[in-house]
């Protein structure tokens, strides 16, 4: 019995769902977000919001059920408050910058690095050493901000790279004499 998948999704006043079938499109002041169910799980929309149930009970329907709860969760916080990551840039030299709607990245290598937002994403750099990432999509939001933190991890002997805001970066110590 999943403990996550029996509890409602609720709705929020200014956010209107569409379920079908097999799909459910959710609008509000941040955009518009839809997705597909699995087949081992159904909805319905009553007055607490939208339920989700499994078809029957093998395993894999109750794993999907609490998931796709979930992933209902996720799109009705994305439409009303939308998802926020912050990446920080540690290192000598190491800056981010806006071009239009592009970021470009100075990591010490031979060439700046130029990364093109996807569309409904927003990148924003506050100081030349953090870059903000928001968006309605969860999931496109992490992408995202992974995307751009594999241009130059963070490396274990100085911490130098591109980390999470509050990561902590184990260290090791250096070469003994």
Known sequence: MSR?????????????ATLSKTA???????????????????????E???VISPRD????ARAMWGMQRALVANLVQGVTAGYEKNLELVGVGYRAQMQGT???????LSHDV????????????????????????????GQV????????????????????VGEYIRRKEGKKK
Do not use: H, N, W
């Open 4 to 16: 996550i998948g029996k509890l409602p999704v609720a709705i929020p006043g200014g956010v209107t």
């Open 24 to 46: 459910l499109t959710v609008k509000g002041p941040k955009g518009e977000l839809s997705m597909t169910f699995v087949d081992e799980v159904s909805a319905e929309q009553g």
């Open 48 to 50: 607490d919001g939208i």
């Open 57 to 60: 009970e093998t395993k894999k």
């Open 102 to 108: 592009s970021l470009k990245l100075s990591l010490g």
């Open 114 to 141: 130029v990364y093109d937002a996807p569309e409904g994403i927003t990148i924003a750099v506050g100081k030349p050493t953090e870059v903000k990432i928001t968006g309605a999509d969860k999931q496109r939001v």
């Open 145 to 164: 901000a992974a995307e751009i933190r594999r241009f130059r991890p963070p490396e274990p002997y100085k911490g130098k790279g591109i980390k999470y």
